[in-house]
C-alpha cells in the first residue's frame, strides 16, 4: 500500500472531522466517532482466511483456493464464505456434511489466526492520531465475534478502541445498520456524527443504510 493512498485516506478522513466556524470562532467538530471495518481495511487477515478455507476443501478433496479467490468470497461472514467457495467448484454438500466443513475451517483457524495476518503498515501512524484525537473509535466486523476479538488483541492491542464487535448469534449482520446504531448508542452519538470507513460493497451498504458519511480504502480485498 503506498504512502499515497494513506495521506488520501488522511485528507478524506480530515475532511470527514473537520471543524466548522460558528460565528467567526466557535469550533464543532462534524464527526465525533469513527467505525472501521476490520479485514481489507485495518487488518490483512487474507493468507489466514485462505489457509482455513484450504483446510476444509482439502476435507473434500478440492483445489486450494488462491488469494484472489479468497477475496472474491470474503466479506458477508466465514460461514458464507465457505459456502461461496463450495459453490465456485459447483461442489453441493449435504447440510451436515457443510457443518462438520465450517467447524474444520474454524478449528483451523482458531488455531492459526495471526500466522500471517498484519496491520497495514502506514495506517498505523493514522491510527496513532486519531487514537490521541478523543475521536471515539471502533471495528465492526463480520468476522465471528470471538475471532475479531483474538485478532485485534493480537496485532492492534496499543489502540484504545471504544468497542470491538464481530457477528454475534442472534445480531444481524452487516449490511444491516444494527451494529452502527448500537454503537452510536453507546457513544453517545448521532448516526449523522459517524463516519464509517471499509473497503467494499458490504461496507458501503452499511453505510447507506445506516445514512451516515462513509470513506472505502483502495487498498482493500474487493477496492
Same mark, same amino acid.
Request: hydrophobic share 40%; net charge negative; proline share 7%.
Given at each position: 500500500m503506498s504512502k499515497r493512498r494513506v495521506f488520501l485516506l488522511s485528507k478524506r478522513l !480530515? #475532511?470527514?472531522?473537520?471543524?466548522? =466556524? +460558528?460565528?467567526? +470562532?466557535?469550533?464543532?467538530? /462534524?464527526?465525533?466517532?469513527?467505525? &472501521? +471495518?476490520?479485514?481489507? #481495511?485495518?487488518?490483512?487477515?487474507?493468507?489466514?482466511?485462505?489457509?482455513? &478455507?484450504?483446510?476444509? !476443501?482439502?476435507?473434500? %478433496?478440492?483445489?486450494?483456493f488462491s488469494v484472489t479467490l479468497t477475496k472474491q468470497v470474503v466479506g458477508r461472514g466465514l460461514y458464507n464464505a465457505l459456502k461461496g467457495a463450495l459453490s465456485y467448484y459447483k461442489h453441493p454438500v449435504e447440510e451436515a456434511r457443510f457443518a462438520f466443513l465450517y467447524q474444520s475451517m474454524m478449528d483451523h483457524y482458531q488455531a492459526h489466526y495471526a500466522d500471517k495476518s498484519h496491520p497495514y503498515e502506514v495506517i498505523l501512524p493514522l491510527l496513532d492520531r486519531l487514537d490521541r484525537s478523543g475521536i471515539a473509535l471502533g471495528i465492526l466486523s463480520n468476522?465471528?465475534?470471538?475471532?475479531?476479538?483474538?485478532?485485534?488483541?493480537? /496485532? !492492534?492491542?496499543?489502540?484504545? =478502541?471504544?468497542?470491538?464487535? %464481530?457477528?454475534?448469534? %442472534?445480531?444481524?449482520?452487516?449490511?444491516?445498520?444494527?451494529?452502527?446504531? /448500537?454503537f452510536c448508542s453507546m457513544q453517545g452519538v448521532n448516526v449523522g456524527e459517524l463516519c464509517y470507513i471499509g473497503d467494499s460493497e458490504v461496507d458501503y451498504q452499511t453505510a447507506q443504510n445506516a445514512g451516515c458519511s462513509h470513506i472505502l480504502v483502495s487498498w482493500g480485498f474487493r477496492p
Open positions: !480530515l #475532511t470527514c472531522h473537520r471543524s466548522m =466556524f +460558528d460565528n467567526g +470562532d466557535m469550533l464543532k467538530p /462534524l464527526q465525533k466517532a469513527i467505525l &472501521f +471495518d476490520m479485514d481489507g #481495511t485495518l487488518i490483512d487477515t487474507i493468507e489466514d482466511i485462505r489457509s482455513a &478455507f484450504n483446510a476444509a !476443501l482439502s476435507l473434500e %478433496g478440492l483445489p486450494p468476522k465471528e465475534d470471538v475471532l475479531t476479538q483474538k485478532i485485534v488483541q493480537k /496485532l !492492534l492491542p496499543q489502540y484504545s =478502541f471504544a468497542s470491538v464487535r %464481530g457477528l454475534v448469534e %442472534g445480531s444481524p449482520r452487516k449490511p444491516d445498520r444494527d451494529a452502527i446504531d /448500537l
